[in-house]
C-alpha cells in the first residue's frame, strides 16, 4: 500500500463529514449555475415583455437558488473543514503512535531539525489534500456533468465546447504545469528541511557556537539556507500562479466560443435567441468549480510527497521496534530480579559491538554496583533493561519475563530511573516533580525534596528551560527527587550524583538506601568510594564483564578492581 492510500483510509474514518461536504459542494455548484442560467433566461425574457407573473416566477427562483447557493456552500465549508481538522488530528495520532517506538534510535538516522520539519511541516501540508485534492474533482465532476447533460438539450455544439473547456482546464493544463511543479516542490523540501535542521542545531549550540567566537559564520549559514528555502518559495508560488492565470485565461476564451458559436446559430436558425444569454451565463459560471482544478496537481505531488517523507520515517526497515502485540503489559509490583543470557549489542550505524556477549544475574532485592571505564558500556546496559535500546542477540530476562514479551511501559513502570542526563521543562519545581505522577501532595513533594537536600526550594521556584536556571547538582536532585516520588521496585541510576559535594552525595546516598531497602538497586558509578554496602560490583571493560563479587571479594583479588581503587586513592 502506498503512502497516499494509508492517507487514503485514514481519512475515510471521516466519511459520513465527507459525503456531506461533497453533497453540500454539488448542491452548491449546481445552484450557481442555475442561477445565472436563470439570470441570463431572465434578461431575454424581460426584453420581450413577457405577462408579469413569468417575471415573478424567474425573479423568486433567481433568489431561491441564490438563497439554496449560501447555505450549501456554507454547509461545504464547514463540513469540509471538520473532516480536514479531523483527519489532521487522526493523522498526527497515528503518526505519533508509529513515532515513539522508535526514540531514540531514530535519532542515529534523523536529525531532530528534520524530524521537526516532518512532524510539522510534512503533516500540516496534508490538511490540502482533502480540501484541494479528495473531494473537489469529485463536485466539479458532478457538477460538470449535470450542466453538460442540461446544455444538450438547447444545443449539442455548445455542450460539446463546454466539454473541451472542461478537458482543457482540468485535465491538460494542470497535467502541464505539475511536470514544472514536481521539480520545484522537491527542491523547496529540502530547502525547509535544511532551515529547520540548521535553526535546531544553532539554538541547541548557542552558547558553544559564542564562546568559540563561531556565532557569525552559522548566522551566515542560516541566512543562506533561508535565502534559498525563500527563493524556491518564490518560484513555486509563480508557477502557482501562472498555472491559475493561464487557467482562468482559457475558461474565458471557452465562453467566448459558447458567445460566438451561439450567435452564429441563432442568426442561422439553429438555436433560439432567447436561450443565447442563458447559455453564456452557464459557461461562465460552469467553470468557477473547475478553478481549484488549477491548483490540484501542485497540491497532489505535495501530498503524495508529505505522506512518503511521513512513512519513510516510521516504516524505515532499519529500526528494531518495540511490538506492539507484546502480550504482558503489567508486570508484578515487587523487587525483580534481573538476568542477562549471552546478550549481544552494537548501536546503529557502529562498526564495533559495543555489548560482544554478556551473562549476569542481579538477584531480587540486592544492590548492585556497576564500575569501568568510560566507554565500557555500563549506561547501554540500562537502556537495555529499559528497552531503549533493543538486544540484537540474547535475552533479559526481569524476574521469570522475558523481557523481549514485555512492554516497554510496563518495564518503565515498575522502574525508578536517573539517567546521567535529565530534562526539566519550563515551569516549576512543582510541575517538573508532577513528571513522576500527576496527583501528588505537595507535602509528599516536600519530603522529597528534604531527602534530597533542596528543602530550601519552594514548589512554586521557577524552572527555565532545559533547568538553566539550576546548578548541576540541584538538577541531579531534583532527579533523585523524582524518582524517590514514583512507583516502582527497580532503581536505576547512572551517576546520579557525579556534581554533588561528597558531604550531599553521603547524605543523599543514605536517604535512598534507606528508602530502596526492599527494592533491586542498580548504580552507575565512576567513583570506587562507598561501595562497601554493596551485596554485588561489577567491573566492566569494553563491553565485557571482567570481575563480579562482593567489595571485600574484590578488594581481596587485588586485581582490576583493587586497581582501580588504589589509583583513585593515589589521586585523592
Ligand atoms: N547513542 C549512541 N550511539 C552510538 N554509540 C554509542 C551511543 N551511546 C554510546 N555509544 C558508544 O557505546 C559505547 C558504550 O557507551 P556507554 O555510554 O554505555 O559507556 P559508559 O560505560 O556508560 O561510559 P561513561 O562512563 O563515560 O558514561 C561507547 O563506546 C560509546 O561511544
Redesign the pocket.
Known amino acids: 500500500m502506498s503512502a497516499l492510500q494509508k492517507i487514503i483510509k485514514l481519512m475515510l474514518m471521516e466519511k459520513k463529514d465527507i459525503n456531506i461536504a461533497v453533497i453540500c459542494g454539488f448542491i452548491a455548484g449546481i445552484s450557481s449555475v442555475g442561477l445565472f442560467a436563470a439570470s441570463g433566461y431572465l434578461i431575454s425574457k424581460s426584453a420581450l415583455i413577457p405577462p408579469f407573473y413569468t417575471l415573478i416566477i424567474l425573479t423568486s427562483t433567481v433568489k431561491l437558488l441564490g438563497l439554496v447557493k449560501a447555505g450549501a456552500k456554507y454547509g461545504e465549508r464547514l463540513y469540509s473543514h471538520r473532516a480536514t481538522f479531523t483527519i489532521l488530528s487522526n493523522l498526527r495520532i497515528a503518526f505519533y503512535e508509529k513515532l515513539t517506538p522508535l526514540v531514540?534510535q531514530i535519532f542515529?538516522k534523523y536529525r531532530s531539525g528534520d524530524l521537526l520539519a516532518r512532524v510539522v511541516g510534512d503533516v500540516e501540508s496534508l490538511q490540502n489534500f482533502f480540501l484541494r485534492v479528495f473531494y473537489p474533482p469529485l463536485v466539479l465532476l458532478l457538477v460538470f456533468v449535470s450542466t453538460i447533460f442540461f446544455v444538450c438539450f438547447y444545443s449539442l455544439a455548445i455542450a460539446v465546447i463546454l466539454l473541451l473547456g472542461f478537458f482543457l482546464t482540468t485535465i491538460i493544463i494542470p497535467a502541464l504545469f505539475s511536470l514544472k511543479q514536481v521539480k520545484i516542490k522537491g527542491k523547496v523540501r529540502q530547502e525547509r528541511g535544511n532551515l529547520s535542521t540548521h535553526i535546531t542545531e544553532v539554538m541547541y549550540g548557542f552558547r558553544e557556537l559564542k564562546l568559540f567566537h563561531q556565532l557569525p559564520s552559522k548566522q551566515q549559514q542560516l541566512l543562506s539556507h533561508s535565502e534559498s528555502y525563500i527563493n524556491q518559495q518564490k518560484v513555486e508560488n509563480l508557477n502557482k500562479v501562472s498555472s491559475q492565470s493561464f487557467n482562468g485565461f482559457m475558461t474565458f476564451v471557452t465562453s467566448w466560443l459558447v458567445i460566438g458559436v451561439g450567435a452564429y446559430f441563432v442568426a442561422n436558425g439553429m438555436l433560439e435567441g432567447i436561450f443565447l444569454a442563458m447559455l453564456v451565463m452557464i459557461s461562465l459560471t460552469v467553470f468557477e468549480s473547475a478553478a481549484p482544478m488549477a491548483v490540484f496537481p501542485i497540491y497532489m505531488q505535495e501530498s503524495r510527497d508529505a505522506s512518503t517523507r511521513l512513512y519513510e520515517v516510521v516504516e524505515d526497515s532499519s529500526f528494531v521496534k518495540d511490538s506492539r502485540e507484546i502480550p504482558i503489559n503489567k508486570l508484578p509490583s515487587l523487587a525483580p530480579s534481573l538476568q542477562f543470557t549471552d546478550v549481544q549489542f552494537t548501536?546503529?550505524g557502529?562498526w564495533?559491538k559495543?555489548i560482544p556477549k554478556l551473562s549476569f544475574v542481579i538477584p531480587a532485592g540486592s544492590k548492585t554496583a556497576i564500575v569501568?571505564?568510560?566507554?565500557?558500556?555500563?549506561?547501554?546496559?540500562l537502556q537495555l533493561i529499559l528497552k531503549l535500546q533493543y538486544v540484537d542477540d540474547g535475552k533479559i530476562y526481569w524476574g521469570d519475563f522475558d523481557t523481549s514479551t514485555v512492554s516497554s511501559e510496563a518495564i518503565w513502570e515498575q522502574t525508578r530511573v536517573v539517567l546521567?542526563e535529565n530534562y526539566y521543562f519550563y515551569g516549576t519545581i512543582r510541575e517538573n516533580l508532577q513528571l513522576a505522577e500527576s496527583q501528588l501532595s505537595d507535602t509528599q513533594m516536600e519530603a522529597a525534596l528534604a531527602k534530597v537536600k533542596l528543602e530550601h526550594f519552594s514548589l512554586d521556584h521557577r524552572v527555565l528551560e532545559k533547568g538553566e536556571n539550576l546548578s548541576g547538582g540541584e538538577k541531579q536532585r531534583l532527579a533523585i527527587a523524582r524518582a524517590f516520588l514514583k512507583k516502582g521496585h527497580l532503581w536505576l541510576l547512572?551517576?546520579p550524583t557525579s556534581s554533588l559535594d561528597a558531604q550531599t552525595e553521603q547524605s543523599v546516598y543514605q536517604e535512598i538506601f534507606k528508602y530502596a531497602e526492599q527494592d533491586t538497586f542498580i548504580l552507575?558509578s565512576?567513583r570506587l568510594n562507598g561501595l562497601e554496602h554493596m551485596d554485588q560490583i561489577i567491573v566492566?571493560d569494553h563491553?565485557e564483564i571482567v570481575e563480579c563479587g562482593s567489595y571485600n571479594d574484590l578488594m581481596n583479588k587485588q586485581e582490576y578492581f583493587y586497581k582501580m581503587k588504589v589509583l583513585e586513592e593515589s589521586l585523592l
Open positions: 531514540p542515529h548501536y546503529m557502529d564495533r559495543t569501568g571505564a568510560s566507554g565500557s558500556g555500563k549506561s547501554t546496559l546521567q547512572d551517576e552507575v565512576h566492566m563491553g
